[in-house]
């Protein structure tokens, strides 16, 4: 079989144009319908031609193998993160409207999470998306590569949030309330651990709000002191 070398990403490969009602869009969304109700793992080939009511092997006419299909799903995403309108001209309004996108984006399809660990290739629709935090934080007074670490440094708050908050949504509070924990906790061994055991931990949407808040001063005064 060639090679992707070869052939080059999903995105460079024309879609099979057959007199059908199956196409690589509709793949896609059903793909993702599947992994927004029941998880990534549930996504196969065959599984979504159940779904599409077609035979596995008329989607392979499309999609070539799963790996295909997982980073046609992250390019769509990332299709949801643009903004359509004129960004703010304030880099730090701009870059938090754009990081409050991809946050939304996450709770509608908490599997992304996933799918960015295990580093998908990039498709337009993802380079449309950095190119245009990299234009969020063009107003920056600095070099193009601080803007780049800045919007790394940004990126890594925003996936590290969402990968904790996804765990968190799993792994419910009353965990942390269990007799033995409550016991050690009780002991005194563990005060500063202790008011967030008890549930007097901060609201998850101040959480993240707070955070960038104090990562983007963080930023306006490194630039400033050099």
Known sequence: MESEQVKGPIWAREAARRRSTLTREAIVRAAMGIADAEGLAAVSIRRVATELGARTMSLYSHIERKEDLLDLMADEVSGELLIRDALP??????????????????????????????????????????????????????????????????????????????????????????????????????????????GDGPDVEDNFERGLRWLLDGVAAGLLTG
């Open 89 to 198: 001209d304030d880099w730090r309004e701009a870059i938090t409207m754009i990081t409050r996108r991809e946050r939304e984006a996450a709770g509608r399809h908490p599997w992304i999470a996933d799918l960015v660990s295990r580093h998908p290739a990039v498709g337009p629709n993802g380079l449309r998306h950095l190119e245009q935090s990299l234009a969020a934080l063009s107003g920056l007074p600095a070099t193009p590569q601080d803007r780049h670490r800045v919007l790394a440094a940004v990126e890594d708050y925003v996936t590290g949030f969402i990968i904790r908050q996804t765990i968190e949504k799993d792994r419910p509070r009353e965990t942390f309330t269990q007799p033995y924990l409550r016991e050690l906790v009780d002991g005194g061994e563990f005060p500063h651990l202790a008011p967030l055991i008890a």
